[in-house]
């Protein structure tokens, strides 16, 4: 399995329940990326790791929205109080490190719909 | 601010010939990367070609092509002797220099363009 791994794969919701879905990035990946994908969009950015340090969460909706990796690897996203707006398809990434050319490499994603 | 523009919402092609993909995009920064991706109907996010904005030749892999014309700000992304296999959604997304803008690189990626190859 070098692939990266994502679960749950799905996820239904009631509204107001909070959800966490949790990111297995390939083995020696520095760089962790999550992204949201609306039906028929591109994925949008989230939040971004290199090793356990947090250096951008500018792509995060709202305080509603959270991320840790707190030893470097192993990744959960968090939304507290979810909301229907929130359904969307999951996706997470890792890379080699951050540099330019450094392919991302992207997991299955999880499909989370809040009913 | 970073944009990727993809004017096609849907295209179809012929089995066995070629078919061009645009991709226009807005940056003002000297230093950044060009990605395509493919997402089939099974939902994965499959990598197929990268131009750096300072490579001198228009990136190739295998019957992917990336024709790089800098000045006009576009990437379009050109497959030849297409094949049924080929029908999925295609992504065109940009990165910056993440040593230089310290951002880590995130992709920016542009709304899609979902390819139909008829045999």
């Known amino acids: 399995g070098a692939g990266v791994s994502q679960s749950p794969r799905y996820k239904v919701t009631k509204r107001g329940q909070d959800v966490a879905l949790r990111c297995d990035p390939i083995s020696g990946h520095v760089s962790l990326y999550w992204y949201r994908q609306a039906l028929g969009q591109g994925p949008e950015f989230l939040t971004y790791?290199?090793?356990?340090?947090?250096?951008?969460k500018s792509g995060l909706p709202n305080d509603r929205f959270s991320a840790e990796r707190p030893e470097g690897s192993i990744s959960t996203l968090t939304i507290q109080r979810t909301e229907q707006r929130d359904s969307a398809m999951y996706r997470c990434a890792s890379s080699y490190t951050s540099g330019l050319y450094n392919e991302q490499f992207f997991g299955p994603g999880t499909r989370l719909t809040v009913l | 601010a970073q944009k990727i523009t993809q004017t096609q919402p849907g295209m179809f092609v012929q089995e066995k010939e070629a078919v061009t993909l645009d991709c226009t995009y807005d940056?003002?920064?000297?230093?950044?990367?060009l990605f395509w991706y493919k997402q089939p109907s099974s939902g994965e996010m499959i990598f197929l070609i990268y131009?750096?904005?300072?490579?001198?030749q228009n990136a190739t892999e295998g019957r992917y092509s990336l024709n790089f014309q800098k000045a006009r700000k576009s990437a379009n992304l050109v497959i030849s002797a297409s094949q049924l296999g080929d029908s999925a959604m295609y992504f065109c997304?940009?990165?910056?220099?993440?040593?230089?803008?310290?951002?880590?690189?995130?992709?920016?990626f542009g709304q899609g363009t979902e390819l139909s190859v008829k045999p």
């Open positions: 790791f290199n090793y356990e340090a947090q250096q951008d």
């Open positions: 131009q750096g904005s300072y490579d001198q």
């Open positions: 940056t003002s920064d000297p230093s950044y990367g």
């Open positions: 997304a940009m990165r910056e220099d993440p040593t230089i803008y310290n951002q880590g690189g995130k992709l920016i």
